[in-house]
């Protein structure tokens, strides 16, 4: 199955981002009537929620650069690295409810352990998205290296 192209995988799973992106909105909108009440919980919930949607929109604009078939740009390097900030970001927020969930002493180990594994979860996401931004800038600076030695020889002849 063909990845890149407007017929390409990239461009199914784009879409399925898009629904995700845009039903992440619809929760966030309807999460305050659902919960009727504002404890720290929900605020994490929400600021965790909003920093989810970045890094979808982030995978969003760079599947759109799979369908033009132009992945090795700065605009793919600068939503990468947008992506891992946002992660880095949930990170901290995963790290800070589950300092107070352990700090509470009516916390649920089940709910500990989850929080646990978010946070670590996203610090992996984070650390492997910067690492991905940073080949994909030298990738970038090696075709753009590449693309003028090809026009130069050309302007030779």
């Given amino acids: 199955m063909k990845i890149v192209g407007k017929n390409g995988l990239g461009n199914i799973i784009k879409i399925i981002l898009q629904i995700c992106f845009w039903g992440g909105i619809a929760f966030l909108i309807i ?10 919980f929900e605020i994490m919930l ?3 929620g909003i920093t989810m949607l970045v ?20 605009n793919t390097v600068k939503r990468m690295n947008i992506a891992s900030i946002a992660a880095g970001i949930m990170t901290v927020l995963f790290f800070i409810e ?9 916390s649920d180990i089940k709910i ?4 646990v594994f978010m946070t670590i979860l996203f610090l992996g996401v984070a650390i492997a ?7 994909f800038r030298q990738a ?11 026009w130069k020889d050309v302007e030779k002849w």
């Fill in 140 to 150: 970038t600076e090696y075709k753009s290296e590449n693309d003028l030695t090809i």
């Fill in 46 to 48: 929400y600021l965790n």
């Fill in 98 to 106: 589950t300092i107070y969930k352990f700090a509470s002493n009516n």
């Fill in 112 to 115: 500990n352990c989850i929080l």
């Fill in 55 to 74: 890094i979808v929109k982030q995978f969003i604009e760079l599947f759109d650069s799979l369908k033009i078939e132009k992945p090795f740009c700065n």
């Fill in 31 to 40: 999460l305050p009537i659902i919960l009727k009440s504002i404890s720290i």
């Fill in 129 to 135: 998205l910067y690492i991905l931004a940073e080949l």
